[in-house]
């Protein structure tokens, strides 16, 4: 969609009709909702003012680029958002030439400009990375740390701030807002540059030392001091739903040719009323009625995360010395009700997951007995923190791992394939899995008693109950459910142990069910006994195959010189795509009814 040529009436109304079609389409397909609602005059701007085709155009986390998809060649496509095959509800290189890069994890868009910059230039090219970045993103080390670099090695860059929800540091009254606009005014930065160059480098050096005082001094009731003591010039807060001065003040940016951050104030929702302000609920949604606001629920079983937060409620209430934090999810991971109940012991640390895994060691350290509850897919972020600041001292943190195996329309970036691949390998840490409601309350109740690191993982939604009864944790300790008259035994791991059961339904062989329990330890002895009565063993868990639970299994056999058939129906050397959970476990040939036709 050509935009270039528009005026600013045509332009108002193209946002006028990005918002309908995303209103329209994601009511009825669910989505990130609020966040994108909020950033469209500020995509129209970016487009209008750069040029898509050749300027690196990045999103940070990419929540909000719907109305980029929208703007370029994909607005019949938008229909298919989230859904199997269709559109990523991230910006997807693989998707269209106008996604620069893969975005879904938080922080990492600076970075990018930093490296697209110093390509540019190396290339001797014409071009400006240009980024949206989030308030919510700025709570992120690795934004500093590119901050920190951009700013002494001063390429071009432009970054719009889209402010939707906290203030950088608030505007002092009408002083404060008067001197923003004339710091995003024309006049003002060419005259800078002017001052700078003509008169205060020519002063003599006591007179430069007042001059430059005087502008600092200015700059202390400015909200860009932090941009600009970095080195990175700073024009806002502007108006993020003012088109006209959008576009004005991104094309002074562009001239200015270096890094710049624009600083906008947003309204999430914005043009759909009811979920205009911070209504958490409204950032990421289900189905819902346009007319009304209604959404559209399904009638489901308890959660596993509503399961683990009741669960970890009652042993802070059993226990002063538990604690918890969480990054930036508080209401994902279930922690919000333990904010609520123990404020001065459960803390959201904002998107910073080496900061939330290093702060929950040392207090581990102190004697207290810390949970840090992240979905699996964000604590990767913190695994440098896991191994040196957590098993290195082996200290007894447990990680609650959410979000664990296929997590439905989110798609690559947010599966929870790797956890047990990258955490089996580390002394000192413990693995160990739930099968269902009653055995998660009962894996929260044994964390407590461990002495070292242990990890947790449960799945998205809610468990499917099984009839087995449930028995307490102990420690590198499987359990056979079943006995079973072929030589098949079935090892499910956590919710993969419904899913061998399922399987084990459909087959018309009597087979044998042991939920593992343990990857780290196994139970090597059960395991023994029972390669002598069963020769074939099928591996059923949410994780990726290599490193994983079936990995790990073979390790053991050939350790011992056991003649096992194995075959592991776990996740292949892939990144799995969004779509409905269902649909996307279809595709990969883990439906029980697909599973029991591979079995011999």
């Known amino acids: 969609m050509n935009i270039k040529s528009r005026n600013l009436g045509q332009l108002e109304e193209l946002c006028s009709d990005i918002r309908e079609r995303i209103i329209d389409v994601v009511s009825r397909n669910g989505g990130h909702f609020s966040s994108t609602l909020g950033a469209v005059e ?19 986390v990419s929540h909000q680029c719907y109305p980029h998809k929208l703007l370029t060649g994909r607005w019949e496509e938008f229909e298919t958002i989230r859904q199997f095959r269709g559109l990523s509800g991230f910006t997807k290189p693989k998707e269209s030439s106008a996604d620069y890069f893969v975005a879904g994890h938080s922080s990492t868009s600076i970075s990018l400009a930093v490296g697209a910059a110093k390509a540019i230039k190396l290339k001797k090219e014409k071009r400006i990375p240009v980024v949206m970045i989030g308030d919510g993103s700025m709570t992120a080390g690795m934004v500093y740390e590119a901050l920190n670099e ?26 404060s807002k008067y001197l923003s606009k004339i710091l995003a005014g024309k ?20 007179a430069t030392y007042i001059a430059k005082k005087i502008e600092e001094s200015m700059k202390l009731i400015t909200p860009g001091i932090i941009f600009e003591e970095m080195g990175i010039d700073y024009i806002g807060p502007i108006d993020g739903h003012n088109l006209e001065e959008i576009i ?9 040719n270096k890094p710049v951050i624009v600083h906008a104030r947003t309204v999430k929702g914005k043009g759909y009323s009811i ?56 209401s994902g991971t279930g922690i919000d009700k333990l904010m609520k109940e123990f404020p001065t012991r459960f803390w959201d ?53 959410d979000r664990a195996g296929i997590v439905g329309n989110d798609g690559e970036t947010h599966q929870g394939a790797f956890d047990i691949s990258y955490l089996r390998f580390l002394p000192n840490m413990v693995l160990f899995a739930p099968r269902d409601e009653e055995t998660l309350n009962l894996a929260i109740e044994y964390s407590y008693t461990l002495d070292k690191p242990c990890a947790i993982r449960y799945p998205r939604g809610a468990f499917t109950p099984l009839s087995f009864k449930a028995t307490a944790f102990e420690f590198g300790k499987a359990e056979l459910l079943k006995e079973g008259t072929s030589n098949k035994l079935f090892i499910g791991y956590g919710a993969g142990v ?6 084990q339904e459909l087959h018309k062989e009597d087979i044998a069910i042991l939920d593992l329990r343990f990857v780290k330890p196994l139970d090597k002895e059960l395991l023994k006994q029972l390669s002598k009565k069963y020769n074939d063993w099928y591996i059923f868990s949410d994780s990726q195959k290599q490193g994983g639970v079936g990995s790990a299994i073979l390790e053991f056999l050939n350790e011992e010189k056991i003649n096992i058939n194995l075959t592991s129906f776990e996740y292949e050397d892939h990144f799995i795509e969004h779509g409905d959970t269902k649909v996307v476990e279809e595709s990969l040939g883990l439906l029980p009814s697909l599973l029991v036709n591979k079995i011999n």
């Open 498 to 503: 419904s899913r061998a059961c399922e399987t």
């Open 275 to 330: 979920a205009e302000g911070q209504h958490e609920h409204w950032h990421g949604v289900g189905p819902f009625n346009k007319d009304n606001g209604e959404f559209i629920k399904k009638v489901s079983a308890k959660s596993a995360t509503a399961v683990f937060a009741d669960a970890l409620v009652n042993l802070a209430t059993k226990y002063d010395n538990v604690v918890g934090v969480t990054a930036a999810m508080p």
């Open 248 to 256: 004005e003040t991104l094309e002074i940016a562009k001239a200015m």
């Open 150 to 175: 951009l700013g002494d090695i001063k390429l071009p860059v432009v970054i719009i701030l889209n402010d939707n929800e906290m203030s950088i540091a608030k505007p002092i009254g009408s002083i």
């Open 349 to 401: 640390v904002a998107i910073a997951e080496q900061h939330a895994v290093t702060s929950m060691a040392a207090m581990a350290k102190e004697g207290f007995k810390p949970y840090i509850t992240i979905y699996s897919t964000f604590l990767q972020r913190g695994y440098d923190q896991i191994i040196h600041d957590v098993c290195l001292m082996s200290l007894p943190v447990v990680f609650a791992i």
């Open 42 to 60: 500020l995509t129209v701007a970016m487009h209008k003012v750069f040029d898509v085709q050749k300027d690196p155009f990045i999103f940070d």
């Open 187 to 206: 006049f003002y930065q060419s005259f800078r540059e002017k001052i700078d160059r003509n008169i205060i480098q020519k002063l003599p050096e006591g």
